[in-house]
Structure formats: structure tokens, C-alpha cells
């Protein structure tokens, strides 16, 4: 029974994170006359899927100055976009909002000139102990984080999502959700499938002497996956190395790897085809 009761108390709150951000992507993505949402397109080039954004990007780049507003006051605002302080208002106030091309332009001027790694490093404290769960789980820094995901790996051929920890699922459902793409996850305890694919990737870690298993919930919807893996901190080598070579024999192929907090040292020992892209924004 005390097996039973754990089983469902872990599946329980994987499923209520899920909710939660899906229903935070409802709320931000409700399309009305006066709001376009962000998508994804997906575009032929030489038989690949790649990566497109729309150019109606409008209510994103709204929702990101509404995130910022919350920080800044409106004079920082404009000199960090470049935008007059009384267009500033109008699109925070609703009276207009950036359209088209100026719409996609001033989605990545704010990429580009906000420092992402100092606003999440206000969330974490330096110590042995790092808790990121606070950013993880904290709806408009899913939102900043999945901007610049977005941004990063544009242009790739990438047809699915893996999150790799419990901490990444809301990320990872976020871009999901806006791509258009399923996604798949990784845990230490089994979930009831209902006709999804799972395989068990089991391994001997160095800490410890018995095996280590995790379940992997993988449903292939193509002959070829190309994989973006979605992590809060670089992934553990062993784990990671066993589970990119039992995709590989499922003709899956991991393409992108994004990690909140990464490390070089660490990530050098993980086996990545060339071609291979990472990217973390913190360095820990």
C-alpha cells in the first residue's frame, strides 16, 4: 500500500505541474482581434522540419514587456528597447500593440538586451544548496526562459521535446504548447502509459552499488525523432550517455540540448554528435 500511496503522490504532482502551466498558456495565448500569438511554423527545406517563427509574434513581445514592467519602471523599460516611453505605455495599457515586422524586431531586441542570467540569478542563492524550483516553476520566467529557447534554436530541425527532470516539465509542456510539438519525459518512478510508449533505461552508477533505472515515456510519431532535451541542470553522464544511445536504437537522434545552469566540465563528458547545439544561461 505505502508503495501505491508514493506511486500516485509522484504521478499526481508531475500531472498537477503540467495543469498548471498549460493552464498559464491558455490564459497567455487566448487569441482575440486585438492579440496574434507566437507560433511556430513548420517549413520544407531540402525534406527537413526546421524551426520558423511567425512573423505576428505580437503578443508575446507584449506579455515580455508586461514581465519587464514588473522590474523596471518606464524610463529603464525604453532605454533597455529603445521605444519612446509613451508607445511603452500604449502597448502596456492595451490602446495598441506592436505589429509585423516591428513586432518580430522588438521581439529580439528584447532578447537580446535583457540579461536573462542576472535576472534568474536574483531567484537563486549561492550556496551548496541551489533551489531553482522557484524559477522553474514561476510562470513568467517560463516564459522569458522559453523566448530565448525559442530564439536559440530557430532554424533547427527539431520535431519533438524530452524533459529530462521533474523541474523542466513545465518548460518543457510551455514549448510544447506553442510549437506544436509533442514531447516526452523522463522520471525515476513509473506513470501509468495508456498506450504511450516507455522503455526503462537502466545503468550502474558510480555512487551507488546497485543499478540506477528511469523510466522514459516515449511516444515515436515520426520514423526519425530529432530531440531537443529540456534539463534544469546539465544532466548526469552516465544517465544521459545510456538514454541518448537507447534512443539512437529507437531511430531518435538527440539534435539540441538546453539546461538552465550548465557546466562546462560536466557537459564535456556527455556524448554529443557534432552538430550537436548547447545552451545554458547559467554557469555554475
Not at 536574483?122 to 522559453?146: E, L, T, W, Y
Not at 539540441?256 to 554528435?273: H, V
Amino acid at each position: 500500500m505505502l508503495v501505491i500511496k508514493y506511486f500516485f503522490s509522484v504521478f499526481s504532482y508531475i500531472f498537477s505541474s503540467i495543469i498548471f502551466i498549460v493552464f498559464e498558456i491558455q490564459c497567455l495565448f487566448t487569441v482575440s482581434s486585438r492579440h496574434s500569438i507566437l507560433v511556430m511554423v513548420t517549413v520544407k527545406n531540402s525534406g527537413k522540419e526546421l524551426f520558423q517563427v511567425n512573423n505576428d509574434v505580437s503578443h508575446i513581445t507584449v506579455d515580455l514587456l508586461k514581465v519587464l514592467k514588473a522590474k523596471y519602471n518606464y524610463k529603464k523599460l525604453s532605454n533597455l528597447t529603445g521605444i519612446p516611453v509613451s508607445t511603452l505605455t500604449r502597448y502596456l495599457t492595451g490602446k495598441t500593440i506592436p505589429k509585423g515586422t516591428k513586432s518580430k524586431r522588438l521581439l529580439k531586441n528584447l532578447i537580446a538586451n535583457l540579461n536573462v542570467s542576472s535576472l534568474i540569478s536574483q531567484f537563486i542563492k549561492r550556496n551548496d544548496a541551489v533551489d531553482i524550483s522557484k524559477i522553474m516553476f514561476n510562470p513568467n520566467m517560463i516564459k522569458i526562459i522559453g523566448a530565448h529557447i525559442i530564439n536559440e534554436f530557430a532554424g533547427m530541425k527539431i520535431t519533438s521535446f524530452m524533459a529530462l527532470d521533474l523541474l523542466s516539465i513545465p518548460l518543457t509542456a510551455y514549448l510544447s504548447t506553442i510549437t506544436s510539438r509533442h514531447f516526452s519525459l523522463v522520471t525515476k518512478e513509473p506513470l501509468p502509459s495508456d498506450g504511450q510508449e516507455s522503455f526503462i533505461v537502466t545503468y550502474n552508477d558510480s555512487k551507488s552499488i546497485w543499478p540506477t533505472c528511469y523510466w522514459v515515456f516515449f511516444k515515436q510519431v515520426r520514423k526519425k525523432e530529432s530531440i531537443l532535451m529540456i534539463s534544469a541542470k546539465t544532466p548526469e553522464y552516465d544517465f544521459f550517455n545510456k538514454l541518448a544511445e537507447s534512443l539512437e536504437e529507437r531511430n531518435a537522434e538527440i539534435v539540441g540540448l538546453f539546461s538552465l545552469i550548465g557546466n562546462e566540465e560536466e557537459l564535456s563528458k556527455l556524448n554529443l554528435k557534432p552538430g550537436c547545439k548547447r545552451y545554458y544561461i547559467l554557469s555554475w
